[in-house]
């Protein structure tokens, strides 16, 4: 009963969301404004039923309910609660439920906190998102229903895919998602502002927040999912260059991007032509990377349970979403009035400098990721494009933007001054130097790029720095007033100047762990003793356990640093009874920001035990960086002047100027 | 400078960074990227001594052998023709004889092959989708086969 409730409810978000497509539409054409504000109300109840939806299935789940196809075939009455709840989303067709969820979710907060909007650009922008909308459901109804039913129903599950039993399928792909779908509201805003064919620095101001929280989520996301991959599949690695993960980074970049012009169209109404482009483009490579993922054109490390059939969807989505957004865009485009001039040396230049690098990349990746599928189509030829493609384009296109970086925020707006920035920077600077001189000083020149890295990174973190200390006069007013007025700085200063540290602060991980981790793989008897980067590792021996749904073969080794025991790391081997199938569990100990990271292999014949140890120094930064980037976004989210449902000002005077800082 | 230079200035820069992506590409595409082969395209081709490729097939029945120091040995089918395979170090959880795999390595004298690495699918369902294909071609593979019960996956990777 709990399951075609499920499938009724969604039936009834359909309903809901096809009348949300068309009738604010027509009342915003019309100029009616009953008609209009029927798309905040019928938003607010899609999200009611699609939730109900989604309760339904997790209903179906926790009560193990095996009579429903899709829980028999991921679930098992004995796994605990936590992964019974995760499984919903750990299948196709609970992803894509859990897709549309946050999809509805994000309707309803715009008709929430969209209170201030103009009433015929937030009808606009609501009947877009019900078109997506309507697109998924009919996409879940058609071809992926969470809610079929077995005609006899087994007495136990086929358990979940156990590299999914894990804590990172809980956050991973919710953060991935509200990233993805989070793009649609800055999609949905752009479709609106064509179809009005107005589009103002108000425009931006509104549309921002969204697109920086959808940013946090898919910065998140994409984090904790290479963390996952990490410790999950025990080869130590935190980036493949993987189709799928390349699915994820480029509406990142596109993201990031947009997030950037969006800020020039704010201050200064110019780029407006372009930031349209990229909060389309930015929601197309979420859907690109939704297609790739779930239509099993791609093999990939990271793809679970993807299925061609449904691709053939997908793909009409995606060309009937793209392409018609752009057709839209070249029609509409060209009536939107040009912003302010500024000269090439200015803010505004430096993001431009940024967009164009950030989207270039953007490219690259998608030639990465694409190009094997067009040479397959065309050619039948299979080719796999690796790590080694991705090092030679992306990089090179992504180091320019990491050293214009601290430049950028210190040139003003309109037209800048380069030398006063670069003498600002001379401190940075220096302490890059430093760095560099050290690094060939501590390490050797075996490695020549890494000591670079490392410079590059504090030049960023140290820039981003200066940023804040040059607004606070701290060399002409001494620290204490200084200090006070730092904290008066607006939060959005704060927020560019931890966004760029995080991500100096990922690359200097990048660069330490890529260029010195250190990896053993050895086979190793119980009393045998092996050593990596100054630890001494001594397998003691094997041990069985039990688990609730698995059974596991765990190794002991005591780690020893200059004779004294430090830890006991327990890797396992667990086997799966339902599925007969074997995971590798790997054991870390963390020393620091760098990780010692044990992963085991197949017992060999002569009863010893193949285990991988790496050595991995300040990998945690990698991470941490994120979360740092992160922690700028929500600081910069808070600034009140971006805050969700605060632009009431704005109201009052459109398109208000802002001072320049 | 007026919006018109402007404009020719930031189209001139986009041009620009657009062609170095486009340079690096292309240089990137020449020498970075590698073939995807069965072992009836490595006899049929005569792919060369030493190059680069990605072989895939099924892990031949009976012809896995652990030896010291984490060596191993198999033999990679498509069903038609078979090629031996050496590797050392660790193998995915999932790799077993008569499943799906793919190595990559280089070609050596003798038809044999050394992988540096040994993928296999995380999901005791899903055939690498270039192996499920590589058996097609040899008339190896039926819809349908392999699978346990989700009948859409495995006909899914045998697309």
Redesign the interface.
Known sequence: MIAEIGHYALVLALALALFQAVVPLVGARLGDLTLMQTAPATALAQFAFVALSFAALVACYVTSDFSVANVY?NSHSLMPLIYKMTSVWGNHEGSMLLWVLILALFGAAVAVFGRNLPDALRADALAVQAWIATAFYLFILLTSNPFLRLADAPFEG?DL?P?LQDIGLAVHPPLLYLGYVGFSIAFSFAAAALIEGRLDAAWARWVRPWTLAAWMALTLGIAMGSYWAYYEL?WGGWWFWDPVENASLMPWLAGTALLHSAVVMEKREALKVWTVLLAILAFSLSLIGTFLVRS?VL?S?HT??????RGVFILAILVVFIGGSLMLYAWRAPLLK?GG????ISREGAL?FNN??LT??C??VF??TL??LALEALTG??????A??FN??FI??FVPILMAMPIGPLLSWKRGDLYAAAQRLIAAAALALIGVAATFALMGVKAVLAPFGIGLALFVMAGALTDIVERAALRSVGPAIAARRALGLPRSAWGTAFAHFGLGVTLLGVVCETTWNSER???MKPGEATSVAGYELTFDGLLPRTGPNFREVVARFTVRQGGTPVAVLEPS?RTFSA??????EAALLTRGASQLYVSL??S???GSL?A?IYYKPLVLLIWLGAVVMVLGGALSLSDRRLRIGAPKRARAVPAAPLPAE | MTRKQRRLLMIGSGLGVLALAAGLVLNALSDSIVFFNSPTDVIEKHIATGTRIRLGGMVKDGSLVRGDDLRISFTITDGANEIPVSYRGIVPDLFREGQGVIAEGRVEPGRTFRADSVLAKHDENYMPREVADALKKQGRWQEGEGKGHGGAAAAGAAR
């Open positions: 075939e086929r895919n590299i025990g099993g093999t490390v679970f349970a993807s299925d061609p059939s040009q001039l500024f000269a090439p431009v164009l690098f270039t990349a490219a690259t030639v990465g190009y094997p030829e299979k080719i796999s494009v690796g080694p493609f030679l384009t090179p296109l793989i050895v086979a081997k599925r007969t199938m074997t995971t590798t292999g197949d060999n014949p002569d193949a991988r």
